[in-house]
């Protein structure tokens, strides 16, 4: 009987989807609205990272009292403290805390209450700690810590409770796609950061960035709460034809709204989800490093200038945005036309995220023998990683989509955690290996990808698990 109604929804969505507009279509406006929050939530996140060249008197000694420089002709515009190396990679590294606490609980919350009121309020004071920055540095260093600590809870509750929103507005053959296009703004945002900021802190001051990245966020939390509807069947301006398309699509998909227990016994003994974990760890190990350390490599291996070197840092995020987008839309496209099974599709880009990544990493190290070699093999090892929004990052979906929050928020952590131990393993490889550090950085990464590539293609999964089916009854 399940069988038969779930090839009724498929026949369903072949015979509707082609007459279905998407890109003026109400969830497609969603989509586009939550890649903008994400590039500002990117933005507050990221531009710390540059400002703090022009918040810092790299001149003056290091360990003392958190003073101004007062300079007659910029003494307002660009305030400038003595921080110690030490004491400015705290202030960086200290968003990553705030988002790993907020992961799980905002995670588990998600499917209790009103994504709405999580996500617009998170937005909101994620925001209002951005716009506080300025004030902080000048009352002192730990207040620059604490504030960018809650500022990161908030953006973890906005990260992590977005994706929720798909589990009722996105129809099962369009789900990748809108979850990579709303996704991808992770991926703009610090391309716009590394074009602009620049530029602001020269003419403006640098205090300016953290305000106007914040009145933005302020502005489109304002707009979250007016324009979006947690349900198509609230929303007052949805068609009649585009709501009646997702409803009916989500019939097999979406059946309790109801607070739910979660099997965390099940779970542990889950490979499908264990080897989703692994390769969320391998893929923000690969990211984070390759995100944060593009500009030294780039400084290492080309000396270039600092704008120079921020254009060349600017473009694999640019061309990570183009295929996250890409492959989300690539991913859906073989689903709908059944190219392949599902599980294959996900092993696909998973592969390509993991595989692609290592390979240009190795031509990055060998074959890079002049400017323009580098340029494209850095390039390309940045943005393939993208391909894995088409595979794993929404692989959860079609193993448990009932514990989707709460599973999402648990795989950000173990990512995350991966991301915090890459930029530590890295840092301290640098401080230590003179003669060939880079390429024990990148064959490590390359190590970790293909261990957990192998994991993935033997023990993935894209059908709904036992534990996670409503019928479920036997929890912790």
């Not at 026949?11 to 609205?33: K, M, W």
């Not at 080897?275 to 923000?284: G, K, P």
Request: glycine share 6%; hydrophobic share 50%.
């Amino acid at each position: 009987m399940q069988l038969s109604s779930a090839m009724c929804t498929f026949e369903f969505l072949n015979q509707t989807s082609h007459v279905i507009p998407h890109f003026c279509s109400i969830r497609y406006g969603i989509a586009v609205f939550l890649l903008l929050c994400n590039v500002i939530v990117m933005s507050q996140r990221v531009c710390m990272s540059l400002t703090m060249i022009a918040m810092v008197n790299s001149t003056e000694p290091h360990g003392l009292s958190n003073t101004s420089t007062k300079e007659l002709q910029d003494n307002i515009k660009n305030p400038v403290y003595n921080w110690s190396t030490e004491m400015q990679g705290i202030m960086l590294s200290s968003i990553f805390y705030g988002i790993l606490i907020s992961q799980i609980p905002s995670g588990y919350l998600s499917g209790i209450y009103s994504l709405k009121k999580m996500i617009g309020f998170a937005l909101l004071l994620s925001s209002l700690f951005t716009l506080l920055l300025p004030l902080a540095a000048e009352l002192g260093e730990i207040w620059v810590i604490i504030c960018r600590v809650i500022k990161g809870m908030f953006q973890g509750i906005t990260l992590t409770t977005q994706q929720v929103i798909w589990i009722k507005w996105a129809p099962p053959l369009e789900l990748t796609r809108l979850t990579s296009l709303s996704l991808s703004g992770l991926l703009l945002g610090p391309c716009i950061v590394l074009l602009i900021t620049g530029f602001i802190c020269d003419s403006l001051g640098w205090p300016m960035v953290f305000y106007i990245f914040g009145a933005c966020g302020c502005a489109l939390s304002v707009l979250w709460f007016i324009l979006f509807y947690e349900d198509p069947k609230d929303h007052p301006y949805i068609s009649i034809r585009e709501k009646e398309y997702i409803t009916s699509a989500l019939t097999q998909q979406v059946s309790s709204s109801t607070p739910i227990k979660v099997p965390i016994k099940a779970m542990l003994k889950s490979a499908p989800l264990w080897v989703i974990s692994l390769c969320n760890f391998a893929f923000f190990w690969s990211n984070t490093f390759l995100s944060i350390y593009t500009p030294i490599y780039i400084d290492y291996k080309l000396h270039v200038d600092v704008k120079e070197n921020g254009l060349l840092s600017s473009l694999p995020h640019l061309f990570a945005w183009i295929f996250a987008v890409l492959a989300g839309y690539m991913a859906d496209i073989f689903q709908t036309k059944n190219t392949f099974s599902l599980v294959t599709i996900r092993k696909l880009f998973t592969s390509l995220g993991l595989l692609l990544p290592s390979l240009f990493s190795l031509c990055l190290l060998y074959l890079s023998s002049n400017f323009y070699g580098t340029v494209v093999f850095l390039i390309l090892a940045n943005s393939t990683t993208s391909f894995a929004m088409g595979g794993l990052m929404i692989n959860i979906v079609d193993i448990a989509p009932r514990y989707y929050g709460f599973l999402r928020g648990l795989t950000n952590v173990i990512g995350l955690t991966g991301g915090l131990i890459s930029s530590t393993v890295t840092g301290i490889i640098l401080s230590e290996d003179a003669e060939s550090p880079w390429l024990k950085i990148f064959l490590l990464m390359i190590g970790n990808n293909m261990i957990s590539l192998i994991f993935y293609l033997i023990f993935a999964k894209a059908e709904v698990q036992d534990w996670a089916k409503e019928r479920q009854n036997t929890y912790l």
